[in-house]
Structures are given as structure tokens and as C-alpha cells.
């Protein structure tokens, strides 16, 4: 009986002792490393000014927008598509904000073209690719978060010959 009970809580301990092992209950102390699960991840937003490529000088009214692949748009929310987009103000400048990061493309499709007809001179249609390296950090982050990075470009745009 004495060696029965005996074979029982022995077996009940190493039963025990490999199920806390297995689920993890090896370590309770307050000054282990918390896990945390995820990817870890940024903000990046591309901006810039768009002028003139003979004369330098700013060109307003000019849309500037992530071209987005049509076999992957539908991924994308409405609402963060219409961050990919705007026009340049009277300086020139644009900024497009939570741009797409590199795991879709290596570079980044950047169309840029005349919406306002020939109020400020006709320009024409361009893409250009641009990428994230030498993007500054705008924005510490903590944890998974990387921080906010900005990437600064200037587009030259050549003035569009009318036949007239």
C-alpha cells in the first residue's frame, strides 16, 4: 500500500512538473521580459514640392497620387486610399500621409498630373518611383510600433507643347 501511494504522487509530480513545464509556469517573477507578439511596424508619408523643370519655380494645382496596382486595391480602405492623393498648393507642396510600405513594391509609383487645364500653364503627365531610403524619422515609437518616417522628394514637371 506504502509503495503504491508512493509510485502515485511520484508519477503526479512528474505529470505536474511537465504540464507547468509544457503551458509555460516556469517563471512568475515581476522582473521577466514581457512577451509580445506581433510584427513590428511604421508610419511613412512622402512629401515634396513639384516645380517647373526649366525654371525651378513652384506649380500649384497639380495632383500627385500612389498609383495602386488594380490586382491589389481592393485590399485597401476607401478612406486610407484617399491619403494616397492630393494636389500641390501655391508653393508647389504635397503630402501624401500613411503611404504603403515597401513589402508591396520595392518603389513606389508616383503619378503626377496637370488638373487645373492651362490656369497656371500646361504640364505634362508623369510617374516617377521613389523609395524609403534616406526617409527621416519624424516620430519616436515604443514597442512594436518603429516610429513615423518622412521621405522628401522634388518632382520637375516639363511644360506640355500645344500645337496651335
Avoid at 517647373?52 to 498609383?67: C, F, L, Q, R, W
Avoid at 488594380?70 to 492630393?86: D, R
Avoid at 513606389?108 to 500646361?122: F, H, Q, T
Wanted: proline share 4%.
Amino acid at each position: 500500500m506504502k509503495k503504491t501511494k508512493r509510485q502515485f504522487i511520484k508519477g503526479t509530480n512528474w505529470a505536474l512538473a511537465g504540464l507547468m513545464g509544457l503551458l509555460g509556469f516556469t517563471d512568475c517573477s515581476n522582473d521577466s521580459p514581457v512577451d509580445m507578439y506581433g510584427t513590428p511596424w511604421s508610419r511613412y508619408h512622402i512629401k515634396g514640392t513639384v516645380v517647373n523643370k526649366i525654371t525651378g519655380e513652384p506649380v500649384k494645382d497639380i495632383e500627385v497620387k500612389i498609383a495602386i496596382p488594380a490586382s491589389i486595391a481592393s485590399y485597401f480602405p476607401e478612406e486610407l486610399k484617399n491619403s494616397w492623393k492630393t494636389a500641390t498648393d501655391k508653393e508647389g507642396a504635397f503630402k501624401l500621409s500613411n503611404t504603403p510600405e515597401s513589402y508591396l513594391t520595392e518603389e513606389i509609383p508616383i503619378v503626377v498630373s496637370d488638373i487645373d487645364g492651362a490656369e497656371n500653364g500646361l504640364y505634362q503627365s508623369d510617374t516617377i518611383y521613389t523609395d524609403y531610403k534616406g526617409a527621416i524619422k519624424t516620430e519616436e515609437g515604443k514597442g512594436w510600433y518603429n516610429g513615423e518616417f518622412t521621405k522628401t522628394i522634388q518632382i520637375e514637371l516639363e511644360e506640355r507643347k500645344t500645337d496651335e
